[in-house]
T-cell receptor, first 113, second 113 residues
Framework: DAGVIQSPRHEVTEMGQEVTLRCKPISGHNSLFWYRQTMMRGLELLIYFNNNVPIDDSGMPEDRFSAKMPNASFSTLKIQPSEPRDSAVYFC???????????FGPGTRLTVL | SQKIEQNSEALNIQEGKTATLTCNYTNYSPAYLQWYRQDPGRGPVFLLLIRENEKEKRKERLKVTFDTTLKQSLFHITASQPADSATYLCALGGVRGYNKLIFGAGTRLAVHP
């Protein structure tokens, strides 16, 4: 059974460019989480969807960040315009109804030059 | 202020010994606590969950305790092996009723042959 799938695995872009990160949760899971991990701040929750609806976006750093979940099998995290301080590893995780366990994807390593 | 603290320095132990990792928190009232393992370049992987009404949980060589009075969880790996070398993250869950997780910074464990 495939786990959480993220693409791309690595992204290098220049400051000011738009970046789109993609996530496919585990089939049947109804909660989806976007995290950012840096050495300085650790693993931080950015936004959390339940049944495709954003429940908590209090971790989204600023208006440059946006996330969508158009259907149960796909979500995007967009940064526009990107800045060097956005460089981090971005993880997507999913969990099933009634479960407190989260399953993480392999992450996207983003470098903004 | 709210805080989750894990040993910031790496823990180095000899193969066969028991590794004990600590997670302390302040100003949270989690419904449960989880431990995850993270290897370099990979996403966190769920290991164990313990609820607020449970004192201890075991799984093979792993044991976790949860003291809601001390606001502390201890994570033990018995008969440690070099393959146990990784970063271990504790995460508080069920805060404010959501199943979102708040992660500690993690402790790096190195098991030497």
């Amino acid at each position: 059974d495939a786990g959480v799938i993220q693409s791309p695995r690595h992204e290098v872009t220049e400051m000011g460019q738009e970046v789109t990160l993609r996530c496919k949760p585990i089939s049947g899971h109804n909660s989806l989480f976007w995290y950012r991990q840096t050495m300085m701040r650790g693993l931080e929750l950015l936004i959390y969807f339940n049944n495709n609806v954003p429940i908590d976006d209090s971790g989204m750093p600023e208006d440059r960040f946006s996330a969508k979940m158009p259907n149960a099998s796909f979500s995007t995290l967009k940064i526009q315009p990107s800045e060097p301080r956005d460089s981090a590893v971005y993880f997507c995780a999913s969990s099933s109804q009634g479960s407190d366990t989260q399953y993480f994807g392999p992450g996207t390593r983003l470098t903004v030059l | 202020s709210q805080k989750i603290e894990q040993n910031s320095e790496a823990l180095n132990i000899q193969e066969g010994k028991t590794a004990t990792l600590t997670c302390n928190y302040t100003n949270y009232s989690p419904a449960y606590l989880q431990w995850y393992r993270q290897d370099p370049g990979r996403g966190p992987v769920f290991l164990l969950l313990i609820r607020e009404n449970e004192k201890e949980k075991r799984k093979e060589r792993l044991k976790v305790t949860f003291d809601t009075t001390l606001k502390q969880s201890l994570f033990h790996i018995t008969a440690s092996q070099p393959a146990d070398s990784a970063t271990y993250l504790c995460a508080l869950g069920g805060v404010r009723g959501y199943n979102k997780l708040i992660f500690g910074a993690g402790t790096r464990l190195a098991v030497h042959p």
